[in-house]
């Protein structure tokens, strides 16, 4: 257990979830000012005295992603020259989470950067929840805490009219988060095999599982554009009973999605918190489940020296 005391802050990405972490915790917000000079530079001042004291600072870095993940860098600096004596760095939405590999010669391992960018900036432990590609941990040379929403998203599909449901995977690449799903709900697990045309454009070619007269329960890791809304007739061909609903954490949410989900066979989107959903993407087929009492329970773990396997592995029992 830490014999230092805590501090918990944020910037401006996603304030609601940051206080309402602190809240759980019984805690205030430090204040951290942030400004924006007229050439858009960004000025970062701590508030407080926060010398030897542990510091946990909540960003996920969402759209604008740059200006978000540079709070995040400046924030840091400020902490390590303030000598504080840990500084935890809480990224609910990773970015450039995507950009893990060369899928191609001459190109950017962008996740890479930005891990290399918080630890050089003098960052002691990073958490993030349901990382795009599992590797990126290797990234970082410093303590990592890959959390899962799984027990908060999962809370919300039990129940009877979930009893004859199926749990799919868009693709091979998120068989491995919607397995876990399957595995915590008791339910079957179905998954879409699909290739790559010569045009670009992405087929469903095989769907592996007994999906015929289930309701199909889809799991993916974050929606931008909503391509994989387009998948869903496939589930439908395929014998599902619509409508289909999904349980996706990262709520990106750009136009094309929103427009997307103005489909009959669509009932449910589930998301979290991780990202801020301003008024305007509040379509009514949106349905937010808040990860804070995840994140303030981690950060209680860290502070107490407790195991974070549960929240890792998803066991943890959310009530």
Request: glycine content about 6%; aromatic content about 6%.
């Amino acid at each position: 257990m830490s014999i230092h005391d805590m501090q918990i802050c944020t910037g401006r990405a996603n304030q609601p979830l940051a206080q309402a972490v602190a809240t759980k915790l019984g805690r205030t917000l430090l204040p951290v000012n942030i400004t924006q000079f007229p050439d858009s530079e960004v000025h970062v001042l701590i508030e407080d005295l926060v010398r030897h004291q542990d510091i946990y600072i909540i960003q996920p870095c969402s759209a604008p992603v740059n200006d978000h993940l540079m709070e995040l860098l400046l924030m840091i600096d400020a902490f390590r020259r303030a000598s504080v004596h840990a500084i935890n760095v809480i990224v609910p939405y990773y970015p450039y989470a995507r950009q893990d590999r060369m899928a191609q010669g001459r190109e950017a391992i962008s996740a890479r950067v930005v891990a290399r960018m918080i630890q050089q900036m003098g960052a002691d432990r990073v958490v993030y929840v349901d990382i795009h590609a599992q590797a990126t941990q290797g990234f970082f040379d410093i303590p990592v805490d890959p959390l899962t929403a799984l027990p908060v998203m999962s809370s919300y599909f039990h129940g009877e009219r979930f009893e004859n449901a199926a749990v799919v995977s868009p693709d091979v690449g998120r068989a491995w988060l919607a397995n876990r799903y399957a595995k915590q709900l008791n339910l079957p697990l179905v998954v879409m095999y699909k290739r790559r045309t010569g045009d670009g454009e992405v087929q469903v070619k095989e769907i592996a599982g007994d999906i015929a007269g289930k309701t199909a329960i889809l799991i993916d890791d974050v929606i931008a554009s909503g391509s994989v809304l387009t998948q869903l007739p496939e589930l439908i061909r395929a014998g599902a009973k619509p409508p289909i609903y999904l349980a996706i954490t990262h709520p990106v949410l750009l136009p094309p999605a929103l427009e997307r989900l103005n489909t009959d066979i669509i009932a449910e989107l589930v998301v979290t918190d991780t990202i801020h959903v301003s008024e305007e993407k509040r379509h009514p087929k949106l349905t937010i489940c808040s990860i804070a009492p995840l994140l303030a329970e981690a950060i209680r773990r860290i502070q107490e020296g407790d195991t974070m396997g549960p929240l890792v592995e998803g066991t943890w029992e959310f009530n």
